[in-house]
């Protein structure tokens, strides 16, 4: 599990205006959640939005596409509320 506050932008193309800065960041994560095989869950905060999502299992994702990453973007002020993670080993979901 990783967590951290800023969006990196995981939607928007590599190199876009958006993802500036972003795009080493991401390639890292990808490449160490891909040897690392197991399950892996991205928890931020940045964008105010709730977003549950695989980041590197979409349409346009540069390959390989890693479909064990769970990304989620959990809500900001002025719209506080809980997001509840729930860890279960015997499921092959995990997260």
Known sequence: MLAFQANPFFERAAGSAERVGFDALIARM?????SFGGP???LHGD???FI???PFLRSGEP?????HVVRVQTYG???L???KLTVDPNRPELF
Do not use: E, F, M
Not at 30 to 34: E, I, M, N, V, Y
């Open 77 to 79: 002020s002025p719209l």
């Open 30 to 34: 990808k490449t160490r959640a891909q």
């Open 52 to 54: 549950h999502d695989r």
């Open 47 to 49: 964008r105010h939005l």
């Open 81 to 83: 509320h809980w997001v």
């Open 63 to 67: 390959a390989p596409q890693v479909g």
């Open 40 to 42: 892996v869950a991205l």
